[in-house]
């Protein structure tokens, strides 16, 4: 059983910056696949952007702006979210995706707001 433990998010005026980060609590053996997805009040959990030792991945709606990283010996990986818009506000989510299992964060508030 792998848990993610996440910090960071909270409060931004538009503009802003924020970063989200989610350590594991041990790493997997083989390749993983990490990234974060986020769910806003009333709409569906979506895709926001994946890191693999293959791929990097972004939603439309976030390339240009977020960063996603990683550090595979910690089994972490981090969301820097530059220029937030109020569209961006959810709750985000990182996710651990192995050959036979997906792992979820607790879940961490992102509000955008003037």
């Known amino acids: 059983q792998v848990y993610l433990a996440q910090s960071g998010g909270g409060l931004v005026q538009p503009g802003g910056s924020l970063r989200v980060d989610c350590v594991a609590s041990?790493?997997?053996?083989?390749?993983?696949?990490m990234g974060w997805y986020r769910q806003a009040p009333g709409k569906q959990r979506e895709f926001v952007a994946t890191?693999?030792?293959?791929?990097?991945d972004y939603a439309d709606s976030v390339k240009g702006r977020f960063i996603i990283s990683r550090d595979n010996f910690q089994g972490s990986v981090y969301l820097q979210m530059n220029n937030l818009q109020p569209s961006d506000t959810a709750v985000y989510y990182c996710?651990?995706?192995?050959?036979?299992?997906?792992?979820w964060g607790q879940g961490t508030q992102v509000t955008v707001s003037s």
């Open positions: 996710a651990m995706k192995t050959l036979s299992n997906t792992y």
């Open positions: 041990t790493v997997p053996n083989g390749d993983f696949e």
């Open positions: 890191l693999s030792h293959k791929n990097t």
